[in-house]
Nanobody
């Protein structure tokens, strides 16, 4: 099993920055891709950014240039640095991890952390 605990959310003014962290514990040796998703009220959960174990990254178009995902495999932690935040970035942000054992994938989610961008 894998447990994911997010931190770093909060209230920030437009144009501000936040850094989200997601610490993984449990069967961490089997974790492959990790990612951050977000879900705004009344909307579906969407992928924000993802990172492979080899540190290849991808980003949703609306956050490119403003958001950086990174990963510290020694600390079993994935980060999301968000700059130039806009009100439309307001959402609950969820950490995602893919666990793969003997070719079988299992998805794990964190409990979510609220990000509110407002003046």
């Amino acid at each position: 099993q894998v447990q994911l605990v997010e931190s770093g959310g909060g209230l920030v003014q437009p144009g501000g920055s936040l850094r989200l962290s997601c610490a993984a514990s449990g069967s961490i040796f089997s974790i492959r891709d990790m990612a951050w998703y977000r879900q705004a009220p009344g909307k579906q959960r969407e992928l924000v950014a993802s990172i492979t174990r080899g540190n290849s990254t991808s980003y949703e178009d609306s956050v490119k240039g403003r958001v950086t995902i990174s990963r510290d495999n020694a600390k079993n932690t994935v980060y999301l640095q968000m700059n130039s935040l806009m009100p439309e970035d307001t959402a609950v942000y969820y950490c995602y991890a893919e666990q793969r054992i003997l070719g079988v994938s299992k998805i794990h989610w964190g409990q979510g952390t609220q990000v509110t961008v407002s003046s």
